[in-house]
């Protein structure tokens, strides 16, 4: 009735629409009273409201009370206003009192509609529609929201700017059909945890792809959105587009940490870009490096990064296990397979199933491992221990080693298939003394968190202590650092950590064999980190990784 009234009252450029809850036939009694007034509804077809998701509304208006709680959120958020009728169906009497009730009913909604359009309610509701439609088109920022079930109901033009996708291509769907990758590069906030109510917000950098296949870093902000009464209706997520700004604190050295790994020398830049590479694919990576150069943190990195982010991350140390332990840890086991095996249990890579599984020291499995591991690569299949059902996973694989597989394979002890299986993508991880620039961070940083768990209050490195870890070797890379610290820690009682609080026999000598390796410097290098600290001279020696005193000694001799 209210479709009929409306019809009759729009202009043309307006489209009204009606539907309920349930596509339901008329009732034979709303088609009799339209009849009277010369409205023929014979032949009307009922819609159902899921069946106008693809439909973008400007106003909603709900004619009963139990609708209003059971209304989805339309396409383009319309504003919504309630009549709040009493339905003439659920009137019950004779057949007289019946066509009564339904009578009033269609006299009350032309007049709700007269009014609609008489009182200029239709006009203000479509320039207010009109006014918010152009604001949030002229922000710089893109902006798309979604109901709970992830259909998107609003994408403004900087959002087709940034993302290369079409408004209509977007609206009504689910962001995880339509973006390829997902639009938040596989971290879902609205997937792996609940999205704060009311004011708060998630802050976070993202890299994404795309229409045609570019990628992009943007700074995006999610937050839950409410109606009237408080309840959850959607997500609301505003993004910038960040990508030249990140690219040039990447060229100058401004990108101190990424994704939970700490460093700014050149070497662990091009790391980070590499990381952004291999978490747009699913090839197997392996990491190589030194003990103690954070094998394990960039594999975590990969993973988080890409498309497998909020699946499981498996780590297992291989060179820990012998092999009888190895094999069921990797592949699991069934109850009864071996003495001790008093349940069934899955493996490592049954629990990495849609995630990724590290296989760390790679290079210590024996040759039955090998084979072994070469089929799940190969295949995807494997059995548990004691069993002969085949089990199909799907696994992204980061394998790790400190030996080269070069001379393994060369010495018969690593078999050359596993290694290319294993090797799509070699990432090699630089040890600390060969970026010298990243200690001063690496180690504030492990102070931080040290500090954290302990009572002692501001403690700080001290110049000369700091002029000592520069000056050291670090044959145990970071994880050595990490203990030096925490020495430290342990033998300093003031607020200043000295180098007489490091490890006694490990303290470094000045021009005592390879264990004093001072940095070259040059005058390139010296402006722009004195630029880039905004010449604080002692901020610019711990950026190219000497002390404040070679650094002074340096400028004493050039004409800077």
């Given at each position: 009735m209210a479709e009929a009234f409306a019809r009759a009252r729009s202009d043309q450029d307006v489209e009204v629409t009606s539907a309920g809850l349930d596509a339901a036939p008329l009732h034979p009694m709303a088609i009799k009273v339209m009849a009277e007034v010369g409205v023929d509804l014979s032949k009307a077809k009922p819609k159902k409201l899921g069946d106008l998701s693809d439909m973008d509304f400007d106003v909603v208006i709900t004619l009963c009370r139990d609708v209003v709680d059971q209304l989805p959120v339309l396409p383009g958020f319309p504003a919504t206003v309630h009549w709040d009728l009493n339905p003439p169906g659920e009137v019950e009497g004779k057949e007289d009192v019946v066509l009564q009730a339904f009578r009033q009913s269609r006299d009350e909604v032309k007049r709700l509609v007269d009014d609609f359009f008489d009182r200029g309610y239709q006009a203000a509701l479509q320039f207010a529609r009109e006014c918010e439609g152009m604001l949030l088109d002229n922000v710089s920022d893109g902006i798309l929201a979604h109901d709970l079930s992830r259909r998107v109901f609003h994408f403004n033009k900087a959002a087709e700017e940034i993302t290369g996708y079409k408004r209509e291509e977007i609206i009504g769907k689910d962001c995880h059909d339509v973006f390829p990758g997902r639009l938040c590069g596989g971290k879902c906030l609205f997937c792996e945890d609940p999205v704060p109510s009311g004011p708060g917000s998630v802050k976070r950098?993202?890299?994404?792809?795309?229409?045609?296949?570019?990628?992009?870093?943007?700074?995006?902000?999610?937050?839950?959105?409410?109606?009237?009464?408080?309840?959850?209706?959607?997500?609301?997520?505003?993004?910038?587009?960040?990508?030249?700004?990140?690219?040039?604190?990447?060229?100058?050295?401004?990108?101190?940490?990424?994704?939970?790994?700490?460093?700014?020398?050149?070497?662990?830049?091009?790391?980070?870009?590499?990381?952004?590479?291999?978490?747009?694919?699913?090839?197997?990576?392996?990491?190589?490096?030194?003990?103690?150069?954070?094998?394990?943190?960039?594999?975590?990195?990969?993973?988080?990064?890409?498309?497998?982010?909020?699946?499981?991350?498996?780590?297992?140390?291989?060179?820990?296990?012998?092999?009888?332990?190895?094999?069921?840890?990797?592949?699991?086991?069934?109850?009864?397979?071996?003495?001790?095996?008093?349940?069934?249990?899955?493996?490592?890579?049954?629990?990495?199933?849609?995630?990724?599984?590290?296989?760390?020291?790679?290079?210590?499995?024996?040759?039955?491992?090998?084979?072994?591991?070469?089929r799940v690569l190969q295949e995807g299949t494997f059995e548990r221990v004691g069993s002969e059902t085949t089990i199909k996973v799907n696994v992204r694989v980061i394998s790790a080693t400190n030996k080269d597989l070069h001379e393994e394979i060369a010495d018969g002890r690593f078999r050359d298939d596993l290694y290319y299986r294993l090797s799509v993508v070699p990432l090699w991880l630089p040890p600390l003394r060969d970026r010298r620039t990243d200690i001063p961070l690496i180690a504030e940083h492990i102070l931080k968190l040290a500090l954290k768990d302990r009572t002692q209050g501001g403690v700080v490195i001290s110049p000369s202590a700091m002029d000592a870890l520069l000056s050291y070797s670090w044959p145990g890379n970071v994880r050595e650092l990490q203990n030096w610290l925490q020495f430290a820690l342990v033998k300093c009682k003031g607020a200043e950590i000295l180098p007489e609080h490091f490890p006694p026999m490990?303290?470094?000598?000045?021009?005592?064999?390879?264990?004093?390796?001072?940095?070259?410097?040059?005058?390139?290098?010296?402006?722009?980190?004195?630029?880039?600290?905004?010449?604080?001279?002692?901020?610019?020696?711990k950026r190219l990784g000497v002390s404040r005193a070679t650094l002074y000694r340096f400028l004493e001799d050039v004409d800077l």
């Open positions: 950098e993202i890299d994404i792809n795309t229409k045609g296949g570019e990628r992009r870093t943007v700074d995006s902000t999610l937050r839950m959105m409410t109606d009237v009464d408080g309840r959850d209706i959607g997500v609301l997520l505003s993004f910038h587009d960040v990508t030249r700004e990140r690219a040039l604190a990447r060229r100058v050295g401004e990108i101190n940490q990424f994704s939970g790994i700490i460093g700014h020398d050149q070497k662990m830049l091009e790391i980070y870009d590499l990381i952004r590479d291999l978490a747009d694919t699913d090839v197997p990576v392996l990491i190589q490096g030194e003990s103690g150069t954070g094998k394990e943190l960039v594999a975590a990195a990969i993973h988080n990064e890409g498309l497998r982010g909020n699946k499981l991350f498996v780590p297992i140390n291989c060179g820990a296990l012998p092999e009888s332990l190895l094999e069921s840890e990797l592949f699991g086991h069934v109850k009864g397979a071996f003495t001790g095996a008093i349940r069934d249990k899955k493996g490592r890579f049954e629990l990495a199933d849609g995630g990724t599984i590290f296989l760390d020291e790679i290079g210590d499995i024996s040759p039955t491992m090998q084979v072994k591991l070469m490990r303290t470094p000598v000045a021009g005592t064999g390879s264990s004093r390796r001072r940095r070259k410097l040059d005058l390139s290098s010296v402006r722009e980190a004195i630029r880039a600290t905004d010449g604080n001279k002692l901020e610019a020696a």
